[in-house]
């Protein structure tokens, strides 16, 4: 259990998606410029993370990978589908974003209409794809994939309503010509990823 | 996600020209600079900071982003007349999917060492927003050749940002340029030390946002383009 909230904690603040590994950056810099949208979409990332990471967890151990064909019949066990992960994982993303999406629509129509055209996206958002990859590359368990998957949404939203806050009052503020919109929004994440190091001193 | 300005150019249809007519090579220098994918387009952003600490596995991804977007963009392109519109997504999705798994297995074959520092960036491709977006914006509405060739611009101007980036960083970082020392020992003995912060993530950051400075004060046009 201690492990699962090390592995919690670690995702929002320690490897923080946007600040540490940069992904969902596209996203992140397009649809942070007013708070109520950034909420919207960040609340769309934490769900068809927390969704599709498992999912895909179960392709891979009970599909991918060497010996996990074994269940079917016990002459398959030398099989290693793991090549097959691309394709597997962007499928499931893009299949459960589409269900989710009909779900959605059908039985809460208040929240389908806040997320609006977000659900789709989040197909090609880097970070949903990411924490698949980073669940197969660190050989985590079921437990833990969900707490991770669940830390990297939350990370994601911590961040793109953060930006999105710091870009509304922006709007004030004298910039050179050159450097508004994308180049100051850049170098203000950079300025959050230094803010956001500080944590990388917590022990777990 | 702004690919207007160089979707203008995807609605006119070319009559019979050269392979390198004057029209072809603009498609394939423009990416270069004025419609950058990174840093005019916004696209791609994600991995084109996380790989950029050295310049040797910056310039292998920049070779796997420009293979994978022009290859995708030929066969979308190629097969543009028979995807049926509302399951588009999908089929550009396994066509891309099958180039990266193929990129991916190329390097872990020959590259190893630089395939384990590119880790899960390799499989990101597939989300790359230059790849989806150049065949949204261009491939479906071009032929084949010129989808090719603005396959490779676009994934050279990546490649641009890329470099320079890992370049800068490598350099004030560890003082070096391509795993080779550049900065001399003599420049240690006076008391130089090298940036710790240009390895943190953060500097990325700071360094494109400096190079879109530079760039749009040079050239007026891209101000205020997003």
Known sequence: MQNLINILIKTIFVENVIFAFFLGM?????????????FGLGLAVVFVMLLT??????????????????????SLASVDLTFLSFILFISTIAGAVQLVEMVVEKFMPGLYNSLGIFLPLITV?????????FMQEREYNFAETTAFSLGAGIGFFLAIVLLAAIRERLRYSNIPAPLQGLGIAMIITALMGLAFLSFSGIQL | MSTETSASLATQETKKEGLL???????LRDPLDDTNPVTVQILGVCSALAVTVQ?????????????????SNLIISLIRNSIPNRIRIIVQLIVVAMLVTIVDQVLKAYLFDVSKKLSVFVGLIITNCIVMGRLEAFALAQKPWPSFLDGIGNGLGYGIILVVVAFV?????????????????????????????????????????????????????LINAS
């Not at chain 2, 310049?55 to 290859?71: D, E, R, S």
């Not at chain 2, 020992?185 to 390895?199: E, K, P």
Request: aromatic share 10%; net charge positive; with cysteine.
């Open chain 1, 26 to 38: 596209c996203s992140f810099l397009a649809v942070s410029k007013k708070i109520k949208t950034a």
């Open chain 1, 53 to 74: 990471t498992p999912l895909n967890y179960l392709i891979l151990r009970y599909m991918l990978q060497e010996g996990a064909l074994s269940w079917i019949h016990p």
């Open chain 1, 125 to 133: 958002n880097c970070s949903i794809l990411g924490a698949s990859l």
């Open chain 2, 21 to 27: 007519s004057k029209k072809n090579i603009q498609i």
């Open chain 2, 55 to 71: 310049v040797k596995p910056a310039l292998i991804m920049a070779l796997g982003v420009t293979v994978v977007t022009a290859f």
């Open chain 2, 169 to 221: 960083r490598e350099l004030l970082g560890s003082g070096s340029v391509f795993g080779i020392k550049v900065v001399p020992q003599w420049l240690y003995d006076m008391g130089y030390v090298n940036n710790g912060l240009m390895m943190l993530p953060p500097a990325a950051l700071f360094l494109i946002g400096i190079y879109i400075w530079w760039q749009r004060s040079r050239n007026k046009n």
